[in-house]
């Protein structure tokens, strides 16, 4: 099944401890992105990646680290969180070629840092 | 000003109602729109890409008009399921991706 999971679901945590939140593909897409949503606010994109070793800032990249070392990966980072992170975050993943730039979005994940 | 504007609702409408949703976006740059739906903190999903010429996928028809920088999405003989939140998604040049905030929908019986 043709999916973009992403680990943990739920996380709460305390300022200043560094956490991971995982993001995986198995479609084989070039294109993956990180977006926060916030009440009011939308999805804002964070960071995202054209291929492996490519990553570019979105709108709101502060307080955030990403990598590509992998096709499938693109795990977020927040080295020091704080509580105005506290949000859902969804990643997603794409192809670049046609039909393009059509996202598929993790179940996402749900943060709270206290 | 937002780069992605939409109106956030919400839009009650009786079932079998056709409703019409806009997005206005800023960045003329812009090259690709979508139009995605997202049911109550769940993922969104995307329901069509809009292309120059327009396109339609059963009830939904989706427009561009790059001359006004805006797109609109129509949906007719609307369903109880169709309740939900309507993002407008637009590509930058950067191939990033900007989000309008989400028109509500709301199909009552």
């Known amino acids: 099944e043709a999916q973009v999971t992403q680990n943990p679901r739920y996380l709460i945590t305390v300022t200043g401890k560094k956490l991971t939140v995982t993001c995986s593909q198995n479609m084989n897409h070039e294109y993956m992105s990180w977006y926060r949503q916030d009440p009011g606010l939308g999805l804002r994109q964070i960071y995202y990646?054209?291929?492996?070793?490519?990553?570019d800032k979105g709108d709101v990249p502060e307080g955030y680290k990403v990598s590509r070392k992998e096709k499938r990966n693109f795990p977020l980072i927040l080295e020091s969180p704080s509580p105005n992170q506290t949000s859902l975050y969804f990643c997603?993943?794409?192809?670049?070629?046609?039909?393009?730039?059509?996202?598929?979005f993790g179940p996402g994940t749900r943060l709270t840092v206290t | 000003r937002k780069e992605v504007e939409q109106d956030p609702g919400p839009f009650n409408v009786p079932e079998g109602a056709t409703v019409a949703f806009n997005c206005t976006y800023s960045n003329s740059a812009s090259q690709s729109f979508f139009w995605y739906r997202q049911d109550c903190r769940k993922e969104p999903k995307l329901l069509m890409s809009?292309?120059?010429s327009g396109n339609e996928d059963g009830r939904f028809t989706a427009q561009l008009n790059r001359a006004s920088q805006y797109i609109s999405l129509l949906i007719r003989d609307s369903k109880l399921s169709d309740s939900a939140t309507y993002l407008c998604?637009?590509?930058?040049?950067?191939?990033?991706?900007?989000f309008g905030a989400g028109t509500r929908l709301t199909v009552k019986p």
């Open positions: 809009v292309y120059s």
């Open positions: 998604v637009v590509k930058g040049g950067n191939n990033d991706m900007r």
């Open positions: 990646s054209m291929n492996v070793e490519v990553t």
């Open positions: 997603a993943s794409s192809k670049t070629g046609m039909p393009s730039y059509e996202q598929y």
